[in-house]
């Protein structure tokens, strides 16, 4: 059976939120085994889903850090 990452980078999910909940992990892990098993026919006993919370500070896209493309991007957009 191939191997399949997902890594899943958050923000938070409602204003201040510091980290996604005990459910919303639960779901992500159900979800992305769920869809494992219906695409490539992946046993859920034989699917790993690691998930890593990542800061905004600690990402970037575009060449630069995630926050100030997003506002690059929204300055542009009007």
Same mark, same amino acid.
């Given at each position: 059976?191939?191997i399949v990452t997902i890594q899943v980078?958050?923000?938070?999910? =409602?204003?201040? =939120?510091?980290?996604?909940? =005990? +459910?919303?992990?639960?779901?992500?892990?159900?979800?992305?085994?769920?869809?494992?098993? +219906?695409?490539?026919?992946?046993?859920?006993d034989s699917t790993f889903v690691v998930?890593?919370?990542? +800061?905004? +500070?600690?990402?970037?896209?575009?060449?630069l850090p995630v926050q100030e493309f997003?506002?690059?991007?929204?300055?542009?957009?009007?």
């Open positions: 059976m191939p980078t958050r923000e938070g999910t =409602a204003p201040g =939120a510091a980290s996604l909940t =005990a +459910d919303e992990k639960a779901a992500l892990i159900r979800g992305s085994s769920q869809l494992l098993f +219906d695409v490539l026919g992946k046993p859920l998930i890593e919370e990542v +800061d905004t +500070d600690n990402w970037g896209w575009g060449g997003r506002h690059r991007r929204a300055a542009k957009t009007g």
